[in-house]
Nanobody, 129 residues
Framework: QVQLVESGGGLVQAGGSLRLSCAAS????????MGWFRQAPGKEREFVAA????????VYADSVKGRFTMSRDNAKNTVYLQMNSLRPEETAVYYC??????????????????????WGQGTQVTVSS
């Protein structure tokens, strides 16, 4: 089992940047595909970004392409989400998620929320206009 702890959220003006981090417990982090999702007030949780076994295997929601960058540092058991040019409509709680690939260190990015096994508590991002 893995525990996920997000950090880096906060209040930022429109057009600003934030970097979210998600630290995972456990010794097999490199066997987990990771994802970021967000949930705005009154809305369903939505996919933001996902990463496979290396930084070349990243997938982004169309709304964040070119502005957000997801990366992973297996030595630190951490994934990051660099968010630039933030918009007020991106105010939400941002969640980190992990999907375990048993017996494999080579796996794609996973965009389907239902396929993730573990979730963090979330970190609030507020973008003011």
């Amino acid at each position: 089992q893995v525990q996920l702890v997000e950090s880096g959220g906060g209040l930022v003006q429109a057009g600003g940047s934030l970097r979210l981090s998600c630290a995972a417990s456990g010794r097999t982090f490199r066997s987990y595909a990771m994802g970021w999702f967000r949930q705005a007030p009154g809305k369903e949780r939505e996919f933001v970004a996902a990463i496979g076994w290396n930084d070349n295997l990243t997938v982004y929601a169309d709304s964040v392409k070119g502005r957000f960058t997801m990366s992973r540092d297996n030595a630190k058991n951490t994934v990051y989400l660099q968010m630039n040019s933030l918009r007020p409509e991106e105010t939400a709680v941002y969640y980190c998620a992990a999907r375990h690939y048993s017996g494999s260190y080579y796996f794609p990015a996973q965009i389907e929320e239902r396929k993730y096994d573990y979730w963090g508590q979330g970190t609030q991002v507020t973008v003011s206009s």
